[in-house]
């Protein structure tokens, strides 16, 4: 049985807006069953289209459109319009699919330009397709991607019961900047990732709370924002940011603080579940068996 197994992602890093992102320890699993008459796509992910009007088929046939209709059993530990890169799993997934049952062959780079295509980012595409932490953009006709060392932090994961649909929080968004903000939240931003290609990791503490591009607009969509900031410096955290398009939280910690940041932020009232993954250096898998 062919397998295919996407991790989520965390985007923007702050300033990174749309463009740094980074793989993260909870997956998106399609377990590929049978042919069929037509497709079938079995989850038990809320209200996810179960046919082929399902993202990860919808990418799939826009990859390979002849594809012959499949019976798929999709399992997600990623909470869906939660900033985690839930749909950047989905479209990853449905290249992949394509890429498998028409044997494509597709190199990375070709993955990545598709995904970043169809998701009009590459932030979290990139990350869940080539692994890690990547600093990239498009250029032209091209995607170029930079790999940074992983974060050596603990990543601990807020997450709101509420959803905030990408297609919202970046709706907020300005549609322009003037260019002295434009030129300074971009120096910010070339810092930052200059920085972590340098692993100058005081430098990236520093300028991940720093971003001018979309947090303070979003900050109003996502209240916790501001007060867990606050509670996770208090008790020792690196730095916290918005993840992707929220509402998930980044806190990154040393582990010998992560306890107590936890405890602080619960301490406080926020009751949203929090778990504490890991940055994973390993994209899309193909199992298979
Ligand atoms: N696992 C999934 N399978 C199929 N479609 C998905 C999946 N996850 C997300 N999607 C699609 O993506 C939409 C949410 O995408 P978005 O608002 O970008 O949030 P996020 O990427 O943070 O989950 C969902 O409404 C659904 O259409
Ligand atoms: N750069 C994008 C990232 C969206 O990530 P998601 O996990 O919320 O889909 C943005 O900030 O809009």
């Known amino acids: 049985m062919l397998t295919i197994k996407v991790p989520a992602t965390s985007a923007n890093l702050g300033p990174g807006f749309d463009s740094i992102g980074m793989a ?8 590929v069953i049978e042919p069929a008459a037509a497709w079938q796509v079995e ?14 088929v919808q990418t799939a046939l826009k990859v390979a459109p002849d594809l012959t209709p499949h019976h798929l059993q999709v399992t997600s530990e990623i909470p869906v319009a939660h900033g985690l890169g839930s749909s950047s799993s989905a479209i990853v997934a449905g290249i992949e699919l394509a890429n498998q049952l028409a044997d494509l062959q597709l190199p990375a780079e070709q993955k990545v330009l598709i995904a970043s295509q169809i998701e009009g980012h590459p932030d979290n595409v990139a990350p869940a397709i080539l692994g890690g932490l990547v600093i990239g953009t498009k250029a032209g006709e091209k995607f170029l991607a930079v790999p940074a060392p992983a974060l050596p932090w603990d990543l601990i994961t807020y997450i709101p019961a509420y959803n905030l649909a990408t297609a919202d929080a970046r709706a907020v968004l300005p549609a322009t900047l003037s260019f002295q903000e434009a030129t300074h ?3 910010i931003a070339n810092t930052l990732a200059a920085a972590l290609v340098a692993q100058q990791y005081e430098v990236v503490a520093q300028l991940l709370e720093q ?65 504490v993954l890991t940055s994973v250096a390993t994209g899309v898998q193909v199992e298979r068996a």
């Open 24 to 31: 993260v320890s909870i997956y998106l699993t399609v377990k």
């Open 43 to 56: 989850h038990d992910l809320g209200d996810l289209p179960h046919d082929e009007t399902n993202l990860i």
């Open 185 to 187: 939240a971009s120096a």
């Open 211 to 275: 971003d001018q591009f979309h947090e303070p607009f979003r900050q109003r969509l996502v209240p916790e924002l501001t007060t867990i900031r606050r509670l996770a410096h208090e008790a020792g955290a690196v730095a916290t940011y918005l993840s992707g398009a929220g509402p998930t939280i980044m806190i990154l910690s040393g582990p010998d603080c992560t306890a107590k940041v936890v405890q602080a932020i619960q301490g406080a009232g926020l009751q949203a579940p929090i778990q």
